[in-house]
């Protein structure tokens, strides 16, 4: 049931074949920039921070059993929008775009479901098999927070910290059941860079827990940094000096700037999925491995995502990659379905 306070501002639809986002907004909803036929990779250079990973995730059939979606997304003109519908038998999806009138003025992303949880999707070391870390992924369950008797929706600033906390906890635990030397990544959006609460909460955790430098690593989205690159190279200093690591993510997808990479203290970068999906290209294998050598020689790590078949793993070995990360792996797990795929591995490896 939708909050009293929505309203349907267009319609939308995916086509699994050409894995394209069609985007039909109201005349009157100021939505044009959104407007139009969309790939995931195109339109996210219009998203706040992970919204394009987890509209990629929500319209993926396999990555759930519900036939519904509820997807809240932030857009980087700094409002928001939620694509609520349902997948269809050949694993298309339509629905209609809904907006709350909270968000216009009060600064409040409606998230699908009554409580933010966090998924873990495995890293895996190419060099060792071994899982190497974990990708913390915001998860809400059932109707919007907003949407319940004497609930409060999620504001987009407290959902940060929310995930920094949630997957802080879990990295703990998992290093309290014998599993040391492990990482956990929680992504930021733009708009996370501005508060200058960030850093403070991030040296708490790290202290806090004991966590070694780097274990606690941040992810920013290449559009997030580009947005104000001077304020992602002071941000991410801060975050650096406090003991987190910084990782740029979808790497590829937009500008790619050489001129701030150079001054990002980044210790590693996160390829895009559309390029690892483009190895079969002789132009592509060459792009790729001209990226890891470079990020060799800058120090930083190499992270393939989006990877589906381990038949891949030969290839991204050969062009120089260190971690891989998909469903070829793991699905994005609970915490405790995380520490069991730990104990698995541990016994396969012994």
């Not at 390829?271 to 060799?296: C, F, H, M, N, W």
């Amino acid at each position: 049931m939708q909050n009293e306070t929505a309203t349907t501002v267009g319609h939308w639809s995916w086509d699994p074949d050409l894995k394209r986002l069609r985007i039909d907004p109201d005349r009157s909803a100021a939505l044009d920039d959104i407007s139009g036929s969309w790939s995931l990779n195109a339109l996210g250079v219009l998203l706040d921070g992970f919204s394009r990973s987890r509209l990629e995730r929500a319209l993926d059939p396999a990555s759930g059993a519900r036939r519904d979606i509820a997807c809240a997304v932030g857009l980087s003109s700094g409002g928001a929008i939620r694509l609520v519908g349902r997948f269809d038998a050949r694993g298309g999806a339509s629905g209609d775009l809904v907006r709350d009138d909270t968000s216009l003025d009060g600064g409040i992303i409606p998230a699908p479901g009554p409580g933010l949880d966090a998924a873990f999707q495995p890293i895996v070391s190419l060099t060792t098999g071994r899982i190497a870390g974990f990708e913390a992924l915001a998860r809400w369950d059932g109707a919007p927070p907003s949407h319940q008797a004497g609930g409060q929706a999620l504001s987009d600033d407290a959902l940060a910290p929310n995930m920094l906390i949630r997957a802080s906890e879990a990295l703990a635990s998992w290093q309290k059941a014998g599993h040391h030397g492990l990482f956990v990544n929680v992504n930021l959006t733009g708009r996370d860079l501005a508060s200058e609460d960030l850093p403070s909460l991030v040296e708490a955790l790290v202290s806090g827990h004991g966590f070694s430098r780097g274990q606690l690593r941040i992810e920013l989205t290449e559009q997030a940094a580009l947005r104000d690159d001077v304020e992602a190279v002071r941000v991410a200093t801060a975050l650096k000096e406090v003991g987190a690591g910084v990782i740029l993510d979808d790497f590829g997808s937009g500008h790619s700037s050489f001129s701030w990479l150079a001054s990002l203290p980044a210790d590693g970068l996160k390829i895009d999925p559309d390029l690892i999906r483009q190895t079969g290209s002789e132009k592509v294998r060459v792009i790729l491995e001209t990226i890891t050598l470079l990020a060799s020689r800058l120090k930083m790590s190499t992270t393939a995502e989006g990877i589906e078949n381990l038949e891949q793993i030969g290839l991204l070995r050969t062009l120089g990659f260190q971690y891989a990360q998909g469903f070829a792996f793991s699905h994005p797990v609970s915490a405790t379905e995380a520490a069991r795929l730990l104990v698995s591995a541990g016994e396969q490896g012994g």
